[in-house]
């Protein structure tokens, strides 16, 4: 079946460190991808998204490349700030089944100044 | 910009009770879905609702779950005897499209504890 994993937390860097952080998925047909984020005490943000292979999707600094033959999708950022600290998901939906996400465990992000 | 809202933040109730946990979605929104997370676990696909009914939902669905959207804005999840394990915190959310490749929009959450 349609799994995410993502690399556990926490996750602690320093001001303008360079972030990454891994996920791969396992998918029967052709997903979307997304990153999400979570800040304290809110919802789940779409932070990004790759819908096909060789996709980058970037917001806020964030990027992340939909690689099909790793089957990954990791989030890179290459200078976090204090505002970053927040947990972040990695998630997929599968094209022929719209209606449902699976999602990673969650990585906290606590970046200090 | 438009939010999803759930009520309330965190909901303490005892084993065998019934609980209501509320959503409000986007007004022009027309897919309403629940998850949920146990701490420390993913989170999880519950169900998705559309057109007055639900379109799908997961195991973890059972008959002590259901949902309603019992006006024009409201969508509600009803946990009819909660036992302990229903503890975790539980997310609304709602979509535009029914495709998934659109993202959806997330509630902050309702943390439930069974005690």
């Known amino acids: 079946g349609d799994s995410v994993t993502q690399m556990e937390g926490p996750v602690t860097l320093s001001e303008e460190a360079f972030l990454t952080i891994n996920c791969t998925y396992t998918?029967?047909?052709?997903?979307?991808l997304f990153w999400y984020v979570q800040y304290p005490g809110e919802g789940l943000q779409l932070l990004l998204k790759?819908?096909?292979?060789?996709d980058k999707g970037s917001n806020k600094g964030f990027e992340a490349t939909y690689r099909k033959e790793t089957t990954s999708f990791h989030l890179e950022k290459g200078s976090v700030q204090v505002s970053d600290s927040a947990v972040y998901f990695c998630a997929l939906s599968e094209g022929y089944n719209f209606n449902k996400f699976y999602f990673g465990s969650g990585t906290k992000l606590n970046v200090k100044p | 910009e438009p939010e999803v809202t759930q009520t309330p933040s965190h909901q303490v109730t005892q084993m065998g009770q019934e609980v209501i946990l509320r959503c409000v979605p986007i007004?022009?929104?027309?897919?309403f879905y629940w998850y949920r997370q146990i701490l420390g676990q993913k989170v999880e696909f519950l169900v998705s609702?559309?057109?007055?009914?639900?379109?799908?939902k997961s195991e973890i669905f059972d008959d002590q779950f259901s949902v309603e959207r019992p006006d024009g804005s409201n969508f509600t999840l009803k946990i009819r005897s909660t036992k302990l394990e229903d503890s975790a915190m539980y997310f609304c959310?709602?979509?535009?499209f029914g495709q998934g490749a659109h993202g959806y929009t997330f509630g902050s959450g309702t943390r439930l504890t069974v005690v």
């Open positions: 998918a029967t047909g052709y997903p979307s």
């Open positions: 790759a819908t096909k292979a060789d």
């Open positions: 609702f559309y057109n007055n009914e639900i379109s799908e």
């Open positions: 959310a709602s979509s535009e």
């Open positions: 007004s022009n929104h027309l897919y």
